[in-house]
């Protein structure tokens, strides 16, 4: 099984700056996209920003320029950074990372149990 614990999130001001960690562990032989999403109430989940294991990144429209994913392929952790946070951003955020696992000996699809941020003065 695979296990993401994510940490990073907390109450900030408009403007403020969070950076979020996700750490991957368990029978992980490999892992291809990791990435983050988000959830605020009433809404349906989406993507936030992701990253293959190459480094090629894509990010929703609505945080180009102010969020940046990284990650460490050697510690399967991920990263994002969110700079000049805004009210809508608050929301809860969510670590997924998808594992070829020795057990299944296949990608599948993982989530962390979330991270609040919350954007307000």
């Known amino acids: 099984q695979v296990q993401l614990v994510e940490s990073g999130g907390g109450l900030v001001q408009p403007g403020g700056s969070l950076r979020l960690s996700c750490a991957a562990s368990?029978?992980?032989?490999?892992?291809?996209?990791m990435g983050w999403y988000r959830q605020a109430p009433g809404k349906q989940r989406e993507l936030v920003a992701g990253?293959?294991?190459?480094?090629?990144?894509n990010y929703a429209d609505s945080v180009k320029g102010r969020f940046t994913i990284s990650r460490d392929n050697a510690q399967n952790t991920v990263y994002l950074q969110m700079n000049s946070l805004k009210p809508e951003d608050t929301a809860v955020y969510y670590c997924?990372?998808?594992?070829?696992?020795?057990?299944?000996?296949?990608?599948?699809?993982?989530w962390g149990r979330g991270t609040q941020v919350t954007v307000s003065s």
């Open positions: 997924n990372a998808n594992v070829f696992t020795y057990g299944s000996m296949r990608y599948a699809d993982y």
């Open positions: 990253i293959t294991s190459g480094g090629s990144k």
């Open positions: 368990g029978s992980i032989f490999s892992i291809n996209v």
